[in-house]
C-alpha cells in the first residue's frame, strides 16, 4: 500500500507564489516519473509538471516560466514552486506518481489533491 500526501496549497493574490509539496510513504520500492496535475472547475484535469527519476522535466506551456518541479529521491518527495500566479492558475492541484511496490507491482498513485486559488 502507498500513499501520496499532498500540502502547501491556499489562497494567494495575483503575483504571488506558493510550494507545494508531495510525499510519498508505504511499500516502496522505487518510484519512477513524478508529477503535478491541475483540475479547475467543470474543466478536465491537466498535466502541469512531470520529473524523471533522473530529474529530467516537462512543463504545460502555462506553466513554463513560472512554475518548477523538483525532487528529493531520498525523502521520496516532489515539490512544486509557482511564483508569478495568476487567476487563472487557480485549481486542484494533485500530485501523481509511479510507483514499484516492494512486492513489484507498478502503480499510478494520486493524492488527495490540494487548493490553489490565486484572488485578483
Known amino acids: 500500500q502507498v500513499q501520496l500526501v499532498e500540502s502547501g496549497g491556499g489562497l494567494v493574490q495575483a503575483g504571488g507564489s506558493l510550494r507545494l509539496s508531495c510525499a510519498a510513504s508505504?511499500?516502496?520500492?522505487?518510484?519512477?516519473?513524478m508529477g503535478w496535475y491541475r483540475q479547475a472547475p467543470g474543466k478536465q484535469r491537466d498535466l502541469v509538471a512531470s520529473?524523471?527519476?533522473?530529474?529530467?522535466?516537462n512543463y504545460a506551456n502555462s506553466a513554463r516560466g513560472r512554475f518548477t518541479i523538483s525532487r528529493d529521491n531520498g525523502k521520496n518527495t516532489v515539490y512544486l514552486q509557482m511564483n508569478s500566479l495568476k487567476p487563472e492558475d487557480t485549481a486542484v492541484y494533485y500530485c501523481?506518481?509511479?510507483?514499484?511496490?516492494?512486492?513489484?507491482?507498478?502503480?499510478?498513485?494520486w493524492g488527495q489533491g490540494t487548493q490553489v486559488t490565486v484572488s485578483s
Open positions: 501523481n506518481a509511479v510507483i514499484r511496490t516492494a512486492t513489484s507491482s507498478l502503480n499510478n498513485c
Open positions: 508505504g511499500s516502496i520500492f522505487s518510484i519512477n516519473a
Open positions: 520529473i524523471t527519476n533522473g530529474g529530467s522535466t
